[in-house]
């Protein structure tokens, strides 16, 4: 590594973390200032305010740089080209022989580097707080509820319904549980004051324990439905840990599929993978796309970076403001053919959800190295 290498890699991380403590700040600013209450009210009980901002924005700092990741190399690498023109240090170095492409290299090497640590973040770091994440400010206290999609489970035979969710403490309110497998032998269906999703653990698999239980039938006495093919339901008669006016209804059907899906967007690519084999049915051909949007997340970040390469190459006396929205109209062309060929894939409309994810690198990261290529070999 030269000392000019050293150089041009210090401009571009000192404007990287500039740009993207500015625009985490702004959007961050924006957050609070609309939220104010509830996150004052959301501070009160984690011992201070300070305390509940940081405890609820770090996460969100997190999935700030893993959408923006590549937005913001793009950004930084059109300030740092720039103000090497600024200062004729640019002039200076072609005078000498030294193409563009030798000069910006350093940049695309970290700028892969700082994708790379995107997609790590996805993986290692983001699903750790996918239950922070997925909450809204109006979430925090748990007051806020939300409509419920009602699904069925097919493999447990049971129809999941009821009034309303609390998503701040994964509750049904006033649920409905319809059978329709083996624990329809007991009771064609159970009513309840709430239901809360519990993970799995020695007392029972993952599902639904119903406070204040009522069965169309007397519950009283009877005796949980077991067999070869699992557990339907558990009743207080044989399971101690159940009060007497408990019920416990295993399910494979997550929270997030009540409430709509918007957690899974969290996960990591393993249990988006999971979900995909055990709960397709549920989540329907979105799942399938975010899985292969997965894979090809990094090459679509650096193909962002690759795209206004040219732009900013092209002609020294661009104007900053100019070659800004020049950059910001190609990424914004980028993502909306991106979102669209998503969704068509999610819809199952002309494309298949493993075409649809891979549609955008397939269309402009061709395009994007052959003329990032030309433009650095000017």
């Known amino acids: 590594m030269t000392q000019i290498d050293r150089y041009v890699l210090f401009l571009y991380s000192r404007v990287f973390v500039i740009c993207f403590l500015t ?17 004052i009210a959301f501070g009160e009980t984690r011992g201070g305010f300070v305390n509940g901002l940081f405890e ?25 080209v720039a103000w090497l023109y600024r200062t004729n240090e640019m002039t200076a170095l072609l005078a000498a022989g030294i193409s563009k492409g030798r000069i910006v290299r350093p ?20 699903p750790h707080f996918a239950g922070m994440l997925s909450k809204s400010p109006q979430e925090l206290k748990g ?19 009821g009034m309303h969710l609390l998503p701040a403490k994964s509750t049904i309110v006033h649920p409905i549980f319809r059978f329709l497998g083996p624990a329809a032998v007991v009771t064609q269906q159970i009513t309840g004051a709430s239901a809360t999703h519990l993970p799995a ?22 005796q949980s439905v077991r067999n070869e093919s699992g557990v339907f339901l558990l009743l207080p008669a044989d399971n101690p840990w159940l009060q007497s006016n408990q019920v416990f209804i295993p399910s494979n059907i997550e929270f997030d599929v ?7 967007q969290f996960a990591s690519t393993g249990d988006l993978i999971w979900r995909m084999q055990n709960q397709g049915s549920y989540y329907g051909s979105e799942l ?35 070659m800004i929205l020049t950059c910001l109209v190609s990424f914004a062309a980028f993502f909306g053919v991106s979102m669209g060929l998503n969704a ?35």
């Open 143 to 161: 007051e806020n509820i939300r409509p419920i999609r009602p699904a069925e489970d097919i493999e447990q035979g049971v129809l999941i319904a």
């Open 258 to 264: 009540l409430r709509g899906g918007g957690a899974r």
């Open 344 to 378: 068509l894939g999610a819809n199952e409309t002309f494309l298949s959800p493993a075409v649809a994810a891979w549609a955008p690198l397939l269309i402009f990261g061709p395009f994007a190295w052959a003329q990032s290529a030309s433009a650095m070999r000017s």
């Open 107 to 126: 940049i695309l090497i970290l700028s892969a580097v700082l994708i790379g640590i995107a997609a790590l973040s996805r993986e290692l770091f983001i």
């Open 288 to 322: 399938k796309v975010a899985v292969h949007a997965r894979f090809v997340q990094p090459f679509l970040d650096f193909t962002q970076l690759l795209l206004g390469i040219p732009f900013i190459l092209s002609n020294r006396n661009r104007n900053l403001v100019s």
């Open 23 to 39: 625009l985490a700040g702004l959007l961050v600013v924006v957050q609070v200032f609309t939220n104010l209450d509830e996150l």
């Open 201 to 222: 653990d020695n007392d029972h698999p993952a599902g639904y324990l119903v406070a204040e239980a009522k069965g169309s039938d007397s519950l009283a006495g009877k």
């Open 56 to 80: 609820y924005f770090s996460p969100y700092l997190l999935s700030i740089y893993d959408r923006m990741c590549g937005l913001i190399a793009m950004l930084s690498t059109m300030f740092v």
